[in-house]
């Protein structure tokens, strides 16, 4: 079923270079301020109060995944056995 | 004439005749069994057919109205991209059993009677078991036995309820059940086995990821959505539905986060998105319902490509496991591609189908007042990118190259996926002929400024968050690991206690065993000296 061969060497890709992975998060950091901002272009019609916060979505999106890998991560201290557990 | 013909048959018997069909011919009869079976959908008029009397029941086998037909027409999709995706495999047992089961599915999706249900619940599970089995391991053979009791338990609390119903009602119809009576709480639990409601659900988890590469494709699209499908039926508006929801959409993504085998990873998504659905269900008003009709036609198209993408993995490498690949996108740029499509579209991006179906279940939510569950889907929204947005492509494609040089995936699991993404774009794009077949009239209109905005602040600050916990180092790495759920007191816990108790029993035998040997002399200089 398998066809892998891990003893090849592909040439470099962009992907690869180390300063590649610098570059992507700083075009996701530029994103992210230009979305932030653009509550302060248009009118909003929400159903709950909070959702007229300024960046009220960027807020949430950001605190609760933050909050829950590290609170994941916490799981694992109690659900996370060998791979062989069952075995 | 066509009415005489239940459409899941189409498929059932079909699947069988195949048998009979050498080599090529048979993958081109079996393909022509969905488009045969979706065309006469097409053909249908809403009502009542094929109605035969049974045992003094009159059992109605093809009942056509919107909800039915909206699963009608999903069904024959997913089974026909499943059958493309599997062409390359020569396994006739796995390809005669997935499309028996995808005919009992949708058997089960036009059945007008509880009785009818009852017969096509079961037969879902007896045949999509072969799925798991046809990987011809131990393990599977025990998976799938595991499997078996659980959807077949199912199957038994749904006749049984349905037979309480029946004599408390005189009447056999599959239509509102609601919980006023014994009968309606057992059926809403064999629904929520199959729906995998929280504590009812790690069935899903423990099967779904051991199946075959091909069998987990058709298994994703079939049992959960049916259940879907028979809880909008039964029990819309029943708002202890809202909350189960709730913790469906939940706790799954916090497992899904730091699980390390991507095809379980997806599982737990699966998870979590049925909670999205339920919860429609649960507020059960025409905006709701639609949502979850609508989320769950684009979830199977999404989720079938998400579950293909890893499946082709699974397929080129032999693993399937986070702590074990990366870098694949050089030598499968094609899957990657598709695989990231299926990913934008569970995460709801705009232009994707997730986008335009899951926001009708959410303004539902806060139309009618629920503000807690808004905000809980609103964390799952978010949560839901991490793991299957992220995670899945990101450890899969991206991350540590582990210097894999694979082919690309077969041409037609290459097609399968690339019709599956089409159809992702497509509804994203142009929701309309989505909303023309959903169960009620569309007042809803996903493309507004404030949507847009929202749902892309959500997601790239949730981006933004797995940016920063990978540059900290904070993010937790995928580790050879089993994580520990609910089956847990079924496969570890409930048998020691049984080993425990029988060793006891062992010991006593033995002790009495002994005293007899002694004889009754002994046993009293025994007991007085």
Redesign the interface.
Known sequence: ????????D?PT?W??RPDSAKKI?WA??V??AA??F??AF???????AV?DWF????????V???G??????E??R?????????D | MIEALPPGLILIVGAFFSLAIPGRARQVFMLALPILGFWQLTQLEHGLYAQIDLFGQTLTLLRVDKLSLIFGYIFFIASALSLIFAMHIRDSVQQVAGLAYAGAAIGAVFAGDLISLFVYWELTAITSVFLIWAVRTDKALRVGMRYLLVQVGSGVLLLTGALILIHETGSNTFGHIGLDSLGGILILISFGTKAAFPLLHNWLQDSYPEAT?TGTVFLSAFTTKLAIYALARGYAGTEILVWIGVVMTAFP???A??ENDLRRVLTYSLNNQLGFMVVGIGIGTELAINGAAAHAFAHILYKALLFMSMGAVL?????VKGSELGGL??SMPWTTGLCIIGAASISGFPLFSGFVTKSMIL?AA??EGY?FA?AVL??AS??VF?HSGIKIPFFAF?AH???????EAPWNMLVAMGLAAALCIYIGVYPDPLYAILPYPVDYVPY???HV?????????????????Q?TG???PE???????SDWVY??FIPRRIKGFVRCLAEARDELARWGQMGLSALLDRAFH
Request: glycine residues 6%.
């Open positions: 079923m398998s066809q892998s061969d891990k003893s090849g592909t890709r992907l690869d998060c996701l950091y994103l992210c979305l932030f653009a509550d248009y009118e909003k019609h929400s159903h709950y959702e960046g009220f979505y960027a807020i949430f999106g950001f609760f995944s933050i829950l890998v590290l609170s994941a991560k799981l694992r109690l659900v996370m056995r060998k791979e062989d557990y069952y | 590469v993504i916090f497992f986060v730091i397929f080129r490498t032999g693993t996108y050089k303004t806060s139309e503000w808004w609103l964390f978010a949560g991490h991206f190259d582990r210097g894999y040089k694979v082919k507004t400024t404030g905005i929202s749902m892309l602040q959500l997601l790239a600050f949730a981006a933004l968050a797995f940016a920063v916990l540059r904070l993010y937790p580790l050879r690991s089993t994580v520990l759920d496969r570890r």
